[in-house]
Structure formats: C-alpha cells, structure tokens
C-alpha cells in the first residue's frame, strides 16, 4: 500500500518559473491537506480538499494553487516562485476530518535561486 | 501570541530514562490533541491522539490539562529509536490545526 506519494523529492527552481508539485493517495481518503515546513516553524497549512472538486485556504495560500479534479490526486502548483517560497511541502490525507489522522507523504525539498 | 508553544529542545536524556513534553495553546475552543513524530528529514506520523482522560499507548503517556491550557507526552523507559522531533498538534474548531514547533529528543546510549 503506496499511501501518499508525493514527487519531485527535490528541485531547484529560478525566480519567476512556476511548477506543480504532486500528490497522489490510494488510501480513498476524502481530505487532502498541502504543508509547508521552514527551518524552526511549524507546519502551515496552504491549502486543504473536502472531495474532488472542493478546495479551500489555509493559513498561507499566496502564491500557490490547487486544485482537485479526482479523489486521489490534490497537486499544488506554484506560478510564479520566490525565494520566500523555499521550504520543505509535505501532502497529507485523512479519512475524514481535519481530527482524524492525517497521512503524510515524504515531502518535497523546493529550493528557488 | 503563537497558537501552540513548545520548548524546542534539545532534550538528551539516557537510554531507560523518562522524559515528558509540554506543549501550550491559546485558544481555550480547542477540541482535538495529538502528539506527532517527525525523523529528521522526515515526513511526520502520528504518534497518538490525546483524550480528556489522558491516554497511554505503551510506553508512552498523553494527558490533557484544559484548565491551563497545555498537552503532556511522557516517555519511559527511552529507547535510541525514541530519538526524534514530536510536535504537538491543536485544532480549534472544524479546521483550524496548529501544529507546534516541536521538541527535539536525542536519546543517548
């Protein structure tokens, strides 16, 4: 059982390209949630999924997109990346509300130059 | 004022040792607790939920101190795999979650 997938691992973007990072889960789990961790913060919260077709902001959605055409797949695309957009993104999905455990994937390490 | 605070750590503490964790929220709403595990360069898992009544899942301990606004993880008996980062989770309403910071725990032989 895959879980959470999550790809790239790694990349390295210049200022101003954009990107989508993926995420896919095979758990059939209704909420997704997209992450972002910075060196001595906790994880934020940019973006979660109720189901295919809903998604709604976290607590830092600038600069950042998603959306959430099928249950499995919840990908994150960044349009126009910044340095302040260095950070480690994790995927996450639970079986149900934001109470219930979350799963998380691996994560992916984006570095803007 | 930060929604969830911890101590960041380090704690290092010997092998069989016991060591616990505060963590302290803000918001007195808040409903639903947990303690998770994140290795370095990880992803983070759950380690356990955290009841009213506090809960135990081995040998680990969670408790719940609403009065004063703060959740407790206590390890006994430390084990090197124990070495890790546990950050402490709070949601406040239907989908506001908070995660800490985290506590970094090295256990040494």
């Known amino acids: 059982n895959a879980g959470v997938t999550q790809t790239p691992k790694f990349r390295i973007l210049k200022i101003g390209q954009s990107m989508t990072l993926q995420c896919t889960q095979d758990m059939n789990h209704n909420y997704m949630y997209w992450y972002r961790q910075d060196p001595g913060m906790g994880l934020k919260l940019i973006y979660y999924s109720v189901g295919a077709g809903i998604t709604d902001k976290g607590e830092v959605p600038n600069g950042y997109n998603v959306s959430r055409s099928t249950t499995e797949d919840f990908p994150l695309r960044l349009e126009l990346a910044a340095p302040s957009q260095t950070s480690v993104y994790f995927c996450?999905?639970?079986?149900?509300?934001?109470?219930?455990?979350?799963?998380f994937g691996d994560g992916t390490r984006l570095s803007i130059l | 004022r930060k929604e969830v605070e911890q101590d960041p750590g380090p704690f290092n503490v010997p092998e069989g040792a016991t060591v616990a964790f505060n963590c302290t929220y803000s918001?007195?709403?808040?409903?639903?607790f947990f303690w998770y595990r994140q290795d370095c360069r990880k992803e983070p898992k759950l380690l356990m939920s955290?009841?009213?009544s506090g809960n135990e899942d081995g040998r680990f301990t969670a408790q719940l101190n609403r009065a004063s606004q703060y959740i407790s993880l206590l390890i006994r008996d430390s084990k090197l795999s124990d070495s890790a980062t546990y950050l402490c989770v709070v949601l406040t309403g239907a989908n506001n979650l908070f995660f800490g910071t985290g506590t970094r725990l090295t256990v040494i032989p």
């Open positions: 996450a999905s639970s079986s149900g509300t934001f109470n219930q455990p979350q799963h």
């Open positions: 918001n007195s709403a808040s409903q639903s």
């Open positions: 955290v009841y009213s």
